[in-house]
């Protein structure tokens, strides 16, 4: 990771970021939810913690310290994806990845009233804008009787996996301040947030039968490994060379390129309100991670 540019690092983890919300659509139709999220995590958790193997990483951890583990992941890579792909069920993934991005916000206010962090009027602003374009993305659904009550389930789906994804996000950034290491944090929370998803999954009676569909390996493999392990490590990369707000601007491309990939790949087509609270969506997001 260390021989990329910067500029070939931010493009990897937009590429990629982008179009896992496609990917995930090939999950899917061939798997509940429960189990996707269940597959995808354990093979990433498990690819994580070779890794730091291979490398020397400590990763022998107390009951204490797996509990806190435990925490972040099932929220963070368990429960609030699994949220995820039940939204894609009901709305095209370009819309999901759009309204994701009011995580943020979520997560800030979260981190002001639990741990007493300084939250500026201007990423306030900014979350308020972005939470406005997803309401008027979602007007016609919201806004009418005779709306798609399909899309109004997905966007219910949606709220779920910001809320719950800012749960495993603030227990992340405590996990930090008690001094867990990244890289094992995530590998073992990720197998955590894979295990929640199997209890899931057999109290609601799913098989763990893989389908014999080409599509569904590659989309897994694409997901665990590219969309999980090989962007992160390049987020990393880049947020120590240029800094935590810069990087934070793939954010902002992202649910863009997602929206791209629905309009060429799954016959999406925006109207007026669609392209207005996308626009404002993004300008929020923009706001909100802009320094001082």
């Known amino acids: 990771m260390h021989r990329l540019k910067n500029w070939q690092l931010f493009a990897i983890c937009v590429l990629t970021w982008g179009t896992t919300w496609?990917?995930?659509?090939?999950?899917i139709g061939h798997t509940a939810p429960e189990v996707g999220v269940a597959f995808r995590f354990a093979l990433a958790g498990v690819t994580v913690l070779a890794m730091c193997a291979a490398r020397g990483i400590r990763l022998r951890f107390g009951l204490r310290e797996h509990a806190l583990l435990a925490l972040q992941g099932c929220f963070m890579y368990g429960v609030s994806y699994i949220c995820v792909y039940h939204a894609e069920r009901h709305i095209v993934s370009g819309l999901v990845a759009v309204g994701y991005s009011a995580s943020p916000l979520v997560t800030g206010l979260g981190a002001h009233?639990?741990?007493?962090?300084?939250v500026?009027?201007?990423?306030l602003s900014g979350g308020i804008l972005g939470l406005a374009g997803v309401t008027?993305?979602?007007?016609?659904?919201f806004g009418s009787t005779s709306g798609n009550p399909n899309a109004a389930l997905g966007a219910a789906f949606i709220v779920g996996s910001?809320?719950?994804?800012?749960v495993g996000s603030l227990a992340a950034s405590r996990n930090r301040v008690h001094g867990l290491p990244f890289w094992p944090a995530m590998g073992f929370g990720m197998l955590y947030g894979a295990a929640v998803c199997t209890i899931v999954a057999v109290l609601q009676g799913r098989y763990f039968i893989p389908p014999s569909v080409v599509s569904w390996w590659l989309s897994l493999l694409y997901l665990a490994l590219a969309g999980s392990v090989l962007t992160f490590a390049c987020f990393l990369t880049l947020q120590e060379r240029i800094g935590p707000g810069p990087t934070g601007t793939i954010g902002v491309m992202t649910p863009l390129l997602?929206?791209?990939?629905s309009m060429i790949f799954e016959a999406f087509r925006p109207d007026a309100l669609v392209v207005a609270g996308a626009a404002l969506a993004v300008a929020g997001n923009v706001l909100m991670l802009r320094r001082a």
């Open 162 to 166: 910001v809320l719950l994804s800012a």
């Open 22 to 27: 496609y990917a995930i659509t090939f999950q």
């Open 258 to 261: 997602a929206l791209v990939i």
């Open 136 to 141: 008027l993305m979602f007007w016609h659904q």
């Open 113 to 118: 009233w639990l741990f007493g962090l300084r």
């Open 120 to 123: 500026s009027w201007r990423f």
